[in-house]
C-alpha cells in the first residue's frame, strides 16, 4: 500500500459518521461471522443511525472506495463485508512506522 491508498483510507475515516458506520459493520460482520460468513445487511444497520438512507450510501461508498468495504448486491440487499487485507496492509505500515 502507498502513501496516498493510506492517506485514502484515513480520510474516509476521519469523518465521524463513516466511523461509526465502518465500526458498526465491523461488529454486525463479526457477530454473523459463523452464520452468514462474516456479511451483514445493511438494511439491518441502516436503523442504528439518525442519518437519511443517501447519505449512508454515500457513506457506504466512501467506504468502499477506500478499500475498507466490501459491498455486493444479494437479490434486493446489499450486504457488506470488511476487507481484512486493507485493515492488514494499513495495520502493518503503522507498525512499521512506529518501529515494530
Same mark, same amino acid.
Request: glycine residues 8%; hydrophobic residues 40%.
Given at each position: @500500500?502507498? &502513501?496516498?491508498?493510506?492517506?485514502?483510507?484515513? /480520510? +474516509?475515516?476521519?469523518?465521524?459518521?463513516?466511523?461509526?458506520?465502518?465500526?458498526?459493520?465491523?461488529? /454486525?460482520?463479526?457477530? &454473523?461471522?459463523?452464520?452468514?460468513?462474516?456479511?451483514? @445487511?445493511? #438494511?439491518? %444497520?441502516?436503523? #442504528?443511525?439518525? %442519518?437519511?438512507?443517501? &447519505? %449512508? #450510501?454515500?457513506?457506504? /461508498?466512501?467506504l468502499?472506495?477506500?478499500?475498507?468495504?466490501?459491498?455486493?448486491? $444479494?437479490?434486493?440487499?446489499?450486504? +457488506?463485508?470488511?476487507n481484512?487485507? &486493507?485493515?492488514?496492509?494499513? +495495520?502493518? %505500515?503503522? +507498525?512499521?512506522?512506529?518501529? $515494530?
Open positions: @500500500m502507498d &502513501t496516498k491508498q493510506l492517506a485514502r483510507v484515513m /480520510k +474516509a475515516l476521519s469523518n465521524p459518521n463513516r466511523l461509526e458506520l465502518y465500526l458498526e459493520i465491523l461488529k /454486525k460482520c463479526e457477530a &454473523t461471522f459463523r452464520t452468514h460468513g462474516g456479511e451483514c @445487511m445493511v #438494511s439491518d %444497520i441502516m436503523c #442504528s443511525f439518525s %442519518i437519511g438512507a443517501p &447519505t %449512508i #450510501s454515500h457513506h457506504l /461508498k466512501e468502499s472506495d477506500a478499500g475498507l468495504i466490501i459491498t455486493e448486491r $444479494k437479490g434486493k440487499f446489499l450486504v +457488506a463485508r470488511i481484512d487485507s &486493507t485493515i492488514g496492509e494499513v +495495520a502493518a %505500515i503503522l +507498525a512499521v512506522k512506529r518501529g $515494530k
